[in-house]
């Protein structure tokens, strides 16, 4: 039996005035977890000043959050098919609320990195929960593929609104009001959630299998920790090792997963060959964003010499055009098939790269446009194969899906850092005068640190010079991503459009 039956059985429920009230109520918390990835960029002198960390609490306090975001995904998306997920929604809510009043009140950098990771943990029952709710709420085709574009746009936009929004509080007000941002939305959610979306959940969910919990937090957590250090550091034999592990132990969990009829990811998600293309694809997708944010924001303070502020604010001027470019996206998708727009996003977002592959050492404008266009066409991908993941799973393991879904989409963007900053960093180097000194060959920070015009001159030649390579191999990366859309989708989706096309003329 495939999927096409059963989202054609769908058509005809269209979703009223109250689901799309709900909807926008639940853009809440995805645009919370999204900004609170970005909300300490400016607040960390503020937070050195009074708690004075030490340089590892420094990185626990920016970087627990997203550890326990990636690492508890999978477990959230579970457990929110088999107790509900409204009310693991419910809970997340009041969790990333206590959380964030506790972060703000913080005397301590222990007590800070504690809160983190509390609200990681809140952000992780936030995210597949909301996803899962919108799969169940919007049962026509037409209408969750709407919700879901307006849904990527406003994650894509979140990340960008948390650095000038915290920006703009620390202006007025002491470094804990960042974090307080989140208590009037989430108590709005607490207020208005009960009221507007009903529960749903696995009516025959089975045993929750304890075990697994820490297998995938053991397969994720050491993967996405030791790309990321290898992003900023360079690969060491440690650092290799962590993957290793990570991936091992990843190993074993798919082995169990295979093993059980109650597992925490379920085979039937796996029946059409969509779903596991649509996980690959925005993982791509999000290598490609991630990836070109390594030295976009460099660009704008190293190379142009903005303050810390007004990267943040230029930086929100692409968020403009990928605003619309989802809801668009999905508009012509419903028209003329998937496949096509999503190849046309990743061609779309390969100009991109190839535009920022033309940055000279004084080029704000053509940077904003490239941006802008790559942007577009990444934000497209996501949003189409989002909505074909979502719209192959089964209803009752929609928050599974989801999480599966978020889970990709980290380890592409942990993947994006890593190896698109390998290459900058390799070409910046070479690039280098060999007698500058060590910290002045590995960054342009370091260049810039010493106060040298000339070497501050070349290292700035060297970092547009890397940041070309590193554009052209994100281009050629997106251009095989066109390519594997027609491979993975084109075959699967042709009676599926072919459907879908005749149901909406």
Known sequence: MTNTTSTTAERGHLAGRREWTAFVVLLLPLLLVSMDVS???FAIPAIDRDLAPSATQQLWIFDVYAFALAGLLITMGALGDRIGRRRLLLLGAFAFSAASVAAAYATSPGMLIAARAVLGIGGATLMPSTMGLVRNMFRDERQRSRAIGI???????GIALGSVLSG????????????????????LLLGLVPVLVPEYKDPNPGRFDFLSV???????LPVVHGVKESAAHGLDVSRALIVVAGLLVGLLFVRRQRGRGDAMISRELFRDRGFGAGIGL??????????????TTQYLQSVLGMSTM?????????????????????????????VRVICAGFLIAAAGFSVLALTGTDSLVLLLAGCAVMSCGIVTVMA??????????????????ASLLETGQEFGGAMGMAL???????????????????????????????GDDSLIAAGRDAFVHSMRYASVAGSALLLVGAALTVVLLRRRSAVADRSELALTS
């Open 39 to 41: 909300v300490l960029f």
């Open 151 to 157: 849904w990527s746009g406003a994650m894509a936009g």
């Open 168 to 187: 703009v509080m620390l202006e007025h007000f002491w470094w804990g009001s960042v974090f307080l941002i989140n208590v009037p939305a989430m108590v």
């Open 214 to 220: 820490p297998l995938s937090m053991g397969a994720v």
């Open 282 to 295: 925005n993982a791509l997708a999000s290598f490609a964003m991630m990836g070109s944010s390594f030295f």
């Open 310 to 338: 007004e990267a943040a604010l230029w930086s929100l001027a692409p968020s403009l055009a990928v605003g619309a470019a989802a809801p668009t996206a999905t508009a012509i998708a419903q028209r003329t098939g998937r």
């Open 384 to 401: 189409l194969v989002s909505d074909l993941a979502l719209s192959t799973a089964p209803p009752h393991r929609a928050s599974s899906a």
């Open 420 to 450: 698109l900053g390998a290459v900058a960093t390799a070409v910046y180097t070479a690039d280098m005068p060999g007698a500058a000194p060590t910290d002045a060959r590995k960054t342009l920070a370091g260049a810039v640190a010493t």
